[in-house]
C-alpha cells in the first residue's frame, strides 16, 4: 500500500469521526423524539385544515436546527459535569475530541438558522415557541440542574412545547374550539416527562450525585419522592389522554382510541406502583421500559383524532 493511499485512508477515517462527533453532539434521540412530537402536533391540527406537506416539512427542518443548537449549547454549558459521570465522559466535548470554540459556534449558528428557517417559511407562532422552547433548556433548565430539583419541571415544559410547535405549523394558533385538543397534546408530553426521568434519575443517581446535579433521587435517597411524582403524573395522564375520545366521541374510532389509551395508562400506572413500592434498579428499569412503549403506541394512537373529528363536529 502507498503513503499515498495510506495518507487517504487516514484522512477519510479523520473525516468520518468528526462527522460522528458532530452528529453526537446534537443528541440525535432527543432530536427524534422532538421531531416525532412536532409532526403529531400538526398531524392532530391539521384535521379539516387545509394544509400542504411542504409546511410540516419545513417545520420538523427549523426543528431539527433548534434542537440540535439547544443541545450543544447544553453540552457546552455542562462540559465539566459530564467529564464526572461514566455514562458521559465520551461524549466529544469533555473527552476534547472537539473544542467549546467549536461547539457554542455552530450550536449558536444552527440555533439563529433555525429562528430564522421558521419565521420564513413557518410562521412567527411556530418560530417563537423555538425560541422559548430554547431559551427554557439552555437558560433556565441547565442552570437549575445544579441548584434545585425543581429543574425537572422547567425542562418538561421545554420538552413539551415541540409538541405545539407543530399544532402552530399547522393552524398558526390554538384559537377555535379544536385548541383544547393541543392543551391535551401538550400536558401528555410534558406529564409522560415525569414517570420516564424519574426512572433514569434513579438509576443513574450515583452519577448526578458525584457531579452535583440535583434531581430528585440525590435530595432524597430513600426514592419516595420520585415514585410519588412518578405515579402522580402516570395516574393524571390517564383522564388527560381519555379526553379526545370523550370530546370527538363516534362510536367505532373513539371506543378504539379509548381503549387503547386506557390499557396504556393502566399499564404505565403500574410500573410506577411498582416502582415507588420497591424503589430499587429492577423496578425502575422496567418503567423505563413501560415508558419508552408508552409514548410511541400513544401517539400512534392520537393519529386517529384527526378521523373523529369530521365526524364529530
Given at each position: 500500500?502507498?503513503?499515498?493511499?495510506?495518507?487517504?485512508?487516514?484522512?477519510?477515517?479523520?473525516?468520518?469521526?468528526?462527522?460522528?462527533?458532530?452528529?453526537?453532539?446534537?443528541?440525535?434521540?432527543?432530536?427524534?423524539?422532538?421531531?416525532?412530537?412536532?409532526?403529531?402536533?400538526?398531524?392532530?391540527?391539521?384535521?379539516?385544515?387545509?394544509?400542504?406537506?411542504?409546511?410540516?416539512?419545513?417545520a420538523i427542518v427549523g426543528t431539527t436546527l433548534l434542537a440540535a443548537s439547544a443541545s450543544m449549547i447544553n453540552q457546552w454549558l455542562e462540559c465539566e459535569t459530564d467529564r464526572l459521570m461514566p455514562r458521559t465522559a465520551d461524549r466529544p466535548l469533555p473527552a476534547g475530541r472537539v473544542s467549546p470554540a467549536q461547539v457554542?459556534?455552530?450550536?449558536?449558528?444552527?440555533?439563529?438558522?433555525?429562528?430564522?428557517?421558521?419565521?420564513?417559511?413557518?410562521?412567527?407562532?411556530?418560530?417563537?415557541?423555538?425560541?422559548?422552547c430554547w431559551t427554557l433548556y439552555t437558560a433556565v433548565y441547565t442552570p437549575l440542574k445544579f441548584r434545585t430539583p425543581a429543574n425537572t419541571f422547567v425542562g418538561a415544559i421545554a420538552g413539551a412545547i415541540?409538541?405545539?410547535?407543530?399544532?402552530?405549523?399547522?393552524?398558526?394558533?390554538?384559537?377555535?374550539?379544536?385548541?383544547?385538543?393541543?392543551?391535551?397534546?401538550?400536558?401528555?408530553?410534558?406529564?409522560?416527562?415525569?414517570?420516564?426521568?424519574?426512572?433514569?434519575?434513579?438509576?443513574?443517581?450515583?452519577?448526578?450525585?458525584?457531579?452535583?446535579?440535583?434531581?430528585?433521587?440525590?435530595?432524597?435517597?430513600?426514592?419516595?419522592?420520585?415514585?410519588?411524582?412518578?405515579?402522580?403524573?402516570?395516574?393524571?395522564?390517564?383522564?388527560?389522554?381519555?379526553?379526545?375520545?370523550?370530546?370527538?366521541?363516534?362510536?367505532?374510532?373513539?371506543?378504539?382510541?379509548?381503549?387503547?389509551?386506557?390499557?396504556?395508562?393502566?399499564?404505565?400506572?403500574?410500573?410506577?406502583?411498582?416502582?415507588?413500592?420497591?424503589?430499587?434498579?429492577?423496578?425502575?428499569?422496567?418503567?423505563?421500559?413501560?415508558?419508552?412503549?408508552?409514548?410511541?403506541?400513544?401517539?400512534?394512537?392520537?393519529?386517529?383524532?384527526?378521523?373523529?373529528?369530521?365526524?364529530?363536529?
Amino acid at each position: 500500500m502507498s503513503m499515498s493511499t495510506i495518507a487517504l485512508e487516514g484522512r477519510r477515517e479523520g473525516l468520518a469521526a468528526r462527522l460522528s462527533d458532530l452528529y453526537q453532539l446534537t443528541r440525535p434521540r432527543i432530536a427524534l423524539l422532538e421531531l416525532v412530537t412536532v409532526s403529531v402536533g400538526a398531524v392532530v391540527a391539521a384535521a379539516g385544515i387545509p394544509a400542504e406537506p411542504i409546511v410540516l416539512l419545513h417545520a420538523i427542518v427549523g426543528t431539527t436546527l433548534l434542537a440540535a443548537s439547544a443541545s450543544m449549547i447544553n453540552q457546552w454549558l455542562e462540559c465539566e459535569t459530564d467529564r464526572l459521570m461514566p455514562r458521559t465522559a465520551d461524549r466529544p466535548l469533555p473527552a476534547g475530541r472537539v473544542s467549546p470554540a467549536q461547539v457554542v459556534g455552530l450550536g449558536m449558528f444552527s440555533g439563529i438558522a433555525g429562528v430564522l428557517y421558521l419565521i420564513a417559511l413557518v410562521n412567527l407562532a411556530t418560530a417563537l415557541l423555538g425560541l422559548v422552547c430554547w431559551t427554557l433548556y439552555t437558560a433556565v433548565y441547565t442552570p437549575l440542574k445544579f441548584r434545585t430539583p425543581a429543574n425537572t419541571f422547567v425542562g418538561a415544559i421545554a420538552g413539551a412545547i415541540p409538541v405545539l410547535m407543530g399544532w402552530t405549523a399547522v393552524s398558526g394558533s390554538f384559537a377555535g374550539p379544536q385548541g383544547i385538543l393541543a392543551a391535551t397534546l401538550f400536558l401528555v408530553v410534558f406529564l409522560w416527562q415525569f414517570p420516564h426521568f424519574m426512572a433514569i434519575a434513579w438509576l443513574y443517581r450515583h452519577d448526578y450525585q458525584a457531579a452535583g446535579v440535583r434531581v430528585i433521587p440525590t435530595v432524597d435517597p430513600t426514592g419516595r419522592r420520585a415514585g410519588a411524582q412518578a405515579v402522580m403524573a402516570a395516574l393524571v395522564l390517564i383522564p388527560i389522554t381519555l379526553l379526545p375520545a370523550v370530546l370527538l366521541w363516534t362510536l367505532d374510532l373513539s371506543a378504539a382510541y379509548f381503549a387503547g389509551a386506557l390499557s396504556l395508562g393502566l399499564m404505565q400506572a403500574f410500573a410506577a406502583i411498582r416502582f415507588a413500592l420497591s424503589r430499587d434498579d429492577a423496578t425502575a428499569r422496567r418503567l423505563l421500559h413501560a415508558t419508552l412503549i408508552y409514548l410511541p403506541v400513544l401517539f400512534g394512537l392520537l393519529l386517529m383524532v384527526p378521523l373523529m373529528i369530521p365526524r364529530a363536529v
